[in-house]
């Protein structure tokens, strides 16, 4: 079963930056859309964003845009999102998950189409 694996999280500044990681050890990622969701202490997950599997398409909600970019590196086996400008309310657990393909698009859906969720990694943004 396809798993994938969050990296990179930890403790940044407010007005840092940090660079999370999506792979899977065991399938290739280049098939799969991936998005990106987060969850905060007390709140429910919320998305992110989207990037389809050909990395030509782009999906952020509009509350993400501006400070959060989404990339992959297929040869690399593995789907980024770069968080700018951090903010003490992007405290959260990150995770990955693969979605839904529609004609070449991203679309996010509430749970994972392959797979289930993982760990997610902690972001925590602090003085």
């Known amino acids: 079963q396809l798993q994938l694996v969050e990296s990179g999280g930890g403790l940044v500044q407010p007005g840092g930056s940090l660079r999370l990681s999506c792979t899977a050890s065991?399938?290739?990622?280049?098939?799969?859309?991936i998005a990106w969701f987060r969850q905060a202490p007390g709140k429910e997950r919320e998305g992110i964003g989207c990037?389809?599997?050909?990395?030509?398409?782009?999906y952020y909600h509009d509350s993400m845009k501006g400070r959060f970019t989404i990339s992959r590196d297929n040869a690399k086996n593995t789907v980024y999102l770069q968080m700018n400008s951090l903010k003490p309310e992007d405290t959260a657990v990150y995770y990955c998950?693969?979605?839904?393909?529609?004609?070449?698009?991203?679309?996010?859906?509430?749970?994972?189409?392959?797979?289930?969720w993982g760990k997610g990694t902690l972001v925590t943004v602090s003085s």
């Open positions: 998950a693969v979605q839904k393909d529609v004609q070449g698009m991203c679309i996010m859906t509430r749970d994972p189409m392959v797979g289930s």
């Open positions: 990037i389809s599997s050909n990395d030509r398409f782009t």
């Open positions: 065991s399938a290739t990622l280049r098939s799969y859309p």
